[in-house]
Nanobody, 115 residues
Framework: QVQLVESGGGLVQAGGSLRLSCAAS????????FAWYRQAPGKQRELVAG?????RYTEAVQGRFTISRDDAKKTLYLQIDSLKPEDTAVYYC???????????WGQGTQVTVSS
């Protein structure tokens, strides 16, 4: 059973940067696709970045967030630059397998941006 563990969150001032990591264990890293979601207090979980053959970003993070993967380390990353207070949320990584079809989730890592 694959497990995903996020790390790298924290408290940072507006304008700062963080790199979130999502390490996979317990299986291969051969997923159909990956994504990062976030959930702010009182709001629904939203997709912020996706990665299959190419990367996609929600408009609010375009140009500031970069999703990437390191297959040798079995790790997914989210580089977050020019952080804004509205980026404050719990960030979750997501991996999608196609055979069998299944959605894997990490436990989340808190990102708090102070103004």
């Amino acid at each position: 059973q694959v497990q995903l563990v996020e790390s790298g969150g924290g408290l940072v001032q507006a304008g700062g940067s963080l790199r979130l990591s999502c390490a996979a264990s317990g299986g291969s890293f051969s997923f159909f696709g990956f994504a990062w979601y976030r959930q702010a207090p009182g709001k629904q979980r939203e997709l912020v970045a996706g990665l299959t053959r190419d990367s996609r970003y929600t408009e609010a993070v375009q140009g500031r967030f970069t999703i990437s993967r390191d297959d040798a380390k079995k790790t997914l990353y989210l580089q977050i630059d020019s952080l804004k207070p509205e980026d404050t949320a719990v960030y979750y990584c997501n991996a999608i397998s196609s055979d069998p079809p299944y959605n894997y989730w990490g436990q989340g890592t808190q990102v708090t941006v102070s103004s």
